[in-house]
């Protein structure tokens, strides 16, 4: 959840009325937010939703609070001045940092507060919707210390130098990358590349290294400039062009004027920000079924114009600097934001009906309930797990996991497929544990067969002790499909995880559901799990339906 900080006076003046504190509470519930902290003249704001950037700011905030209690109607618009400056962009920055926007601002000189406001902004589109620089980052430069033209390029890292922000020296960039504090954080992002993206003017001067750190020399903004350079770099194009749509905004909004800078790309050419306004078409009978709700066309008008879209008939124009409208379902939402939910009347219950448990839930917690009953204890893991462990770890080559993209963490970058080696990797953590240890785990895991990604109940169980082996799992398994009437087979068969000779696969109605077997010791060695190891997996999806 956003929060941000700013001037309950700024707000006020950027709203253009009185506002009290009580009126603002109940007002910021239509954006979903809520004042977190009042202290003194400084409101802390909390924001519920993460799909709205431009909210992400005092300038947003009271641009949105205009509309809402009907100061200002539809889209506001933004001109901007045409102008000669350009960026040319490197063909070879497809691979790594491909897409800019950029504009510059002129205006009032910049006061600490204001400053800090754009700061802010910055860091919260970079760090949040931007997923830590990497899909997007931004610079600010005091424009006056720019030449135009500008070149995105490719560099070589070792031959590249400048001196950083809050630096003295020239550093190249690898070792930017290596030793600044920037560069610590930000160096994941370009782990791949053999060349890095630079942003440069006319005179050889290095703007930045995106999406790590800007120039001492011509990157520092300081209190009382008045003229502004902007950029977004990123590897979404939607996004860089989104953040130089909010940022123009926020800028609009503080009284300065708006230039475009043309991006040059080798087979086309944008002038940013790029103010491109989508359209959905809306019908009164839409809005009737999703809402319940029975409204004139002027009143739909009316409500969406008060949204910030501007509406002719059916057709609905969406603001540019919202990049989270891709639906007419979205639209209709903001017309019953505007209408207000709470006025909404309930309406009475027509149907009863009594609530039961599935059949498949049901024989779930049976299952689960016997092995507890056998002395078994139960534990809950995460879903997300890492590759490593569901194959390397398992003396697999293969393991064909569903793998995530932009991932926090190498240790929750995939979606299990089996629950076993999560179950052993537990106990390997837990050596301090008195032994023999039992323990099992039920729930989901996802297996992806070509392009199709299939969701499975399993239950997994596994025993370590000294005296582990194959018939005291046999013996388990047993006593489950016996209980729960379940008639089954168990045929020879080969998995790199366990010991041959001692594995076996589960046969239902024809159907291979699982594994049991003695735990492969080159897996025990790999976890530096003292005892032998006995285990079993089932797949319970469609036993029961």
């Not at 499909?481 to 589960?506: L, Q």
């Amino acid at each position: 959840m956003p929060t941000i900080q700013c001037s309950f006076q700024d707000l006020k003046q950027l709203y253009g009325e009185k506002i009290s504190p009580d009126e603002l509470k109940d007002w910021l519930r239509a954006a979903k937010a809520e004042i977190e902290r009042h202290e003194g003249d400084i409101l802390t704001i909390a924001l519920g939703d993460t799909n709205q950037p431009y909210l992400w700011s005092a300038e947003g905030i009271a641009r949105f609070l205009r509309h809402y209690c009907g100061l200002e109607k539809g889209i506001p618009s933004l001109k901007k001045g045409k102008s000669k400056n350009t960026i040319t962009v490197d063909p070879k920055l497809a691979g790594i940092r491909p897409y800019i926007a950029a504009f510059t601002a002129t205006g009032k000189p910049l006061t600490d507060y204001l400053l800090r406001q754009l700061i802010q902004l910055q860091e919260k589109i970079a760090e949040g919707f931007g997923r830590k620089r990497q899909k997007l980052a931004i610079g600010i430069y005091p424009a006056h210390k720019i030449t135009f033209p500008l070149t995105y390029h490719a560099a070589d890292p070792e031959k590249t130098a400048f001196v950083p922000l809050d630096g003295t020296e020239k550093e190249n960039l690898r070792r930017i990358l290596a030793y600044h504090p920037k560069g610590k954080d930000y160096s994941w992002i370009l782990k791949d590349a053999k060349e890095y993206p630079v942003l440069e003017d006319a005179k050889k001067n290095i703007l930045s290294f995106p999406p790590v750190i800007n120039s001492q020399e011509t990157g520092r903004v300081e209190i009382g400039d008045k003229h502004l350079f902007f950029e977004a770099t990123g590897t979404d194009h939607a996004a860089v062009q989104l953040a130089a749509t909010i940022f123009a905004y926020a800028l609009a909004d503080r009284g300065f004027s708006i230039t475009e800078v043309t991006v040059t790309y080798k087979n086309k050419a944008e002038e940013t920000p790029v103010l491109k306004e989508e359209q959905l078409t809306i019908s009164a009978d839409q809005v009737s079924h999703l809402l319940g709700l029975h409204f004139k066309k002027q009143e739909i008008k009316q409500l969406l114009e008060r949204a910030q879209y501007d509406v002719t008939g059916e057709k609905v124009t969406v603001a540019p600097y919202r990049g989270d409208v891709l639906h007419a379902v979205d639209v209709i939402e903001d017309i019953g934001i505007m209408y207000g939910y709470d006025k909404i009347e309930p309406m009475p219950l027509t149907t009863y009906t009594i609530g039961a448990m599935p059949q498949k839930a049901r024989f779930i917690n049976g299952i689960r309930e016997l092995l507890v009953g056998a002395g078994y204890q139960e534990v809950l893991s995460p879903i997300l797990t890492s590759n490593e462990l569901l194959r390397d770890h398992m003396n697999l080559t293969e393991n064909n996991a569903v793998e995530i993209d932009n991932v926090v963490s190498q240790a929750y970058s995939a979606v299990r497929t089996w629950i076993l080696p999560i179950l052993l990797d537990m106990l390997a953590r837990n050596k301090h544990a008195d032994y023999p240890q039992r323990v099992f785990e039920q729930g989901l895991v996802s297996v992806r067969n070509g392009n199709a990604i299939t969701d499975e109940e399993h239950v997994a169980v596994l025993a370590v002790h000294h005296a582990a082996a194959y018939t005291e799992m046999r013996q388990l398994l047993e006593h489950l499909m016996s209980t729960m009437g379940i008639t089954y087979t168990i045929e020879s068969c080969e998995h790199a995880s366990f010991i041959p000779g001692r594995v076996g696969c589960v046969i239902v109605l024809g159907k291979k559901i699982g594994y049991l077997g003695e735990v492969h010791p080159v897996v025990l060695e790999k976890l530096e799990l003292e005892y032998p190891a006995v285990g079993m997996e089932l797949n319970l999806s469609g036993l029961k339906d």
